[in-house]
């Protein structure tokens, strides 16, 4: 049984991301066309930024061999294990990565943990560059008393557990409480809320959610006063969410609508000017069983606007807390300089700061910000500007054995890759398995499973 109630709260502001500079992509394919040399490239993790830098690389570069190292057993990265279940279409960028990992001039190299089975420095050893494409595979703390006590779950963690992530699958939230809170109000909060809230055949967007069955909004008129005038200056897609809000807010709701309402089961609310203080125990104090929120003004004008306390501070029973107030990159060896602060490595336009050869492209490279559109139009950038280096001579010259010298290291360690095709096999075992029960597929959720369908 669902919560029948959850609300979601804003206090973090997302940064605002700047659109990278145009390609010149027919020079590109010429000036590469008769290059003899066959440049060796790495590109470390398999999610939209690495396989559309190797993409881009492929496409421009007539020779380029590029190697694609993933920690996981299986490829794609969040476009699997972080796109909502009722966002099938999302997921059909899967088949362009699947065409990138057929071209006989890419492979890819599965169940290898970069910074643990081989080093970084061991690959720019055996490579021309290295790309680090590896995502935000962190989640940023709250900060505050009771954040540890069980049932405080990271968004980020609740989304692989529903998606099938391995590292997620004994995650067991329970969700028979009344109320669940979600922290935040981006994409990855109104997926968690949809989830939440919904039967699987009625799963849909946000626009779509007032409408829900079995579902009320609950939102604060106060909330809005004010707003009909300043969404005029918003972008259309966001003016249009905005008027969504506003009619179900401030208009009385029809007859049937009425009724509907009166008898949902579950409810659904949007609070703003809330920050979170403390997550509150159990009298026993062996669970989550309410947060603290601090009530907030805005003050300022423009880029300056800020949330200040007021003093007050509300209480409000929960059974379920999930903070989505944003993703964050780790450091993945010690000889890649890494920001902690902004959780990026330290680039100009993808080239890692004082490491020749060495580029990132991604949410590791600007940041967890934006879509997949934003990513691929990021990571051809830095594809294009790794082949600006190439071009130039500011990479290493001669042949370098590539995954020649990077497999007998890792055969040495005891530590076997997954192939392309492997993925393959084990894709077709999902969506087996998914036909017996009436589903496109049942994923795989154990790496040892997975390992023993593979005969390893």
Same mark, same amino acid.
């Given at each position: 049984?669902?919560?029948?109630?959850?609300?979601?709260?804003?206090?973090? #502001?997302?940064?605002? $991301? %700047?659109?990278?500079?145009?390609?010149? $992509?027919?020079?590109?394919? =010429? =000036?590469?066309?008769?290059?003899?040399?066959?440049?060796?490239?790495?590109?470390?993790?398999?999610?939209?930024?690495?396989?559309?830098?190797? =993409?881009?690389? *492929?496409?421009?570069?007539?020779?380029?061999?590029?190697?694609?190292?993933?920690?996981?057993?299986?490829?794609?990265?969040?476009?699997?294990?972080?796109?909502?279940?009722?966002?099938?279409?999302?997921?059909?960028?899967?088949?362009?990565?699947?065409?990138?990992?057929?071209?006989?001039?890419?492979?890819?190299?599965?169940?290898?943990?970069?910074?643990?089975?081989?080093?970084?420095?061991? !690959?720019?050893?055996?490579?021309?560059?290295?790309?680090?494409? @590896?995502?935000?595979?962190?989640?940023?703390?709250?900060?505050?008393?009771?954040?540890?006590?069980?049932?405080?779950?990271?968004?980020?963690?609740?989304?692989?557990?529903?998606?099938?992530?391995?590292?997620?699958?004994?995650?067991?939230?329970?969700?028979?409480?009344?109320?669940?809170?979600? !922290?935040?109000?981006?994409?990855?909060?109104?997926?968690?809320?949809?989830?939440?809230?919904?039967?699987?055949?009625?799963?849909?967007? *946000?626009?779509?959610?007032?409408?829900?069955?079995?579902?009320?909004?609950? *939102?604060?008129?106060?909330?809005?006063?004010?707003?009909?005038?300043? /969404?005029?200056?918003?972008?259309?897609? %966001?003016?249009?969410?905005?008027?969504?809000?506003?009619?179900?807010?401030?208009?009385?709701?029809?007859?049937?609508?009425?009724?509907?309402?009166?008898?949902?089961? %579950? #409810?659904?609310?949007?609070?703003?000017? %809330?920050?979170?203080?403390?997550? *509150?125990?159990?009298?026993?104090?062996?669970?989550? #069983?309410?947060?603290?929120?601090?009530? $907030?003004?805005?003050?300022?004008?423009?880029?300056?606007?800020?949330?200040?306390?007021?003093?007050?501070?509300?209480?409000?029973?929960?059974? +379920?807390?999930?903070?989505?107030?944003?993703?964050?990159?780790?450091? /993945?060896?010690?000889?890649?300089?890494?920001?902690?602060? +902004?959780?990026?490595?330290?680039?100009?336009?993808?080239?890692?700061?004082?490491?020749?050869?060495?580029?990132?492209?991604?949410?590791?490279?600007?940041?967890?910000?934006?879509?997949?559109? $934003?990513?691929?139009?990021?990571?051809?950038?830095?594809?294009?500007? !790794?082949? =600006?280096?190439?071009?130039?001579?500011?990479?290493?010259?001669?042949?370098?054995?590539? @995954?020649?010298?990077?497999?007998?290291?890792?055969?040495?360690?005891?530590?076997?890759?997954?192939?392309?095709?492997?993925?393959?096999?084990?894709?077709?075992?999902?969506?087996?398995?998914?036909?017996?029960?009436?589903?496109?597929?049942?994923? !795989?959720?154990?790496?040892?499973?997975?390992?023993?369908?593979?005969?390893?």
């Amino acid at each position: 049984m669902a919560p029948r109630c959850w609300r979601w709260w804003p206090w973090l #502001a997302w940064p605002r $991301t %700047r659109p990278p500079p145009s390609e010149s $992509t027919q020079s590109f394919r =010429q =000036q590469f066309s008769t290059q003899e040399q066959t440049p060796q490239i790495c590109v470390v993790g398999s999610g939209p930024a690495g396989f559309y830098t190797a =993409q881009h690389l *492929l496409k421009h570069h007539s020779r380029a061999h590029v190697d694609i190292y993933e920690k996981q057993l299986v490829p794609f990265g969040l476009v699997r294990f972080g796109v909502a279940p009722d966002h099938p279409e999302v997921k059909n960028v899967i088949n362009t990565f699947t065409r990138t990992a057929h071209s006989d001039r890419c492979a890819f190299h599965g169940n290898v943990v970069v910074g643990r089975d081989v080093t970084v420095q061991e !690959l720019r050893d055996a490579y021309h560059a290295v790309v680090l494409s @590896y995502g935000a595979e962190d989640h940023q703390a709250l900060e505050i008393p009771g954040e540890e006590l069980p049932g405080v779950f990271s968004a980020r963690a609740f989304v692989g557990w529903y998606n099938g992530l391995p590292e997620n699958r004994e995650l067991a939230p329970d969700l028979s409480c009344d109320t669940a809170v979600v !922290l935040g109000q981006g994409n990855v909060a109104l997926d968690v809320a949809r989830i939440l809230l919904t039967p699987p055949e009625h799963l849909e967007e *946000l626009r779509e959610m007032i409408q829900l069955p079995g579902t009320r909004p609950i *939102l604060d008129p106060a909330d809005f006063l004010g707003l009909q005038d300043r /969404i005029k200056e918003v972008p259309r897609p %966001r003016k249009r969410l905005m008027e969504l809000l506003l009619r179900a807010a401030t208009e009385k709701p029809g007859v049937a609508e009425a009724a509907r309402w009166a008898s949902a089961p %579950r #409810a659904w609310g949007l609070r703003f000017l %809330r920050s979170p203080q403390q997550v *509150l125990p159990s009298p026993d104090g062996r669970r989550a #069983a309410g947060i603290r929120l601090a009530v $907030t003004r805005l003050e300022g004008v423009g880029e300056a606007t800020r949330a200040v306390a007021t003093g007050d501070v509300e209480d409000l029973p929960c059974g +379920l807390v999930l903070s989505s107030i944003g993703y964050k990159s780790r450091p /993945i060896d010690p000889s890649v300089p890494f920001d902690p602060k +902004l959780g990026v490595i330290p680039n100009m336009e993808g080239r890692v700061v004082d490491m020749p050869g060495l580029y990132c492209s991604g949410w590791v490279k600007r940041g967890p910000t934006g879509v997949i559109t $934003t990513t691929m139009t990021d990571s051809f950038v830095t594809g294009q500007i !790794l082949l =600006q280096d190439l071009k130039a001579g500011l990479l290493p010259s001669g042949p370098r054995p590539g @995954y020649a010298a990077v497999r007998a290291l890792l055969s040495s360690r005891g530590v076997w890759p997954v192939s392309f095709s492997d993925w393959e096999k084990l894709d077709a075992e999902e969506v087996s398995r998914g036909q017996g029960v009436g589903k496109p597929r049942e994923k !795989l959720l154990d790496p040892q499973e997975m390992l023993r369908l593979l005969g390893r």
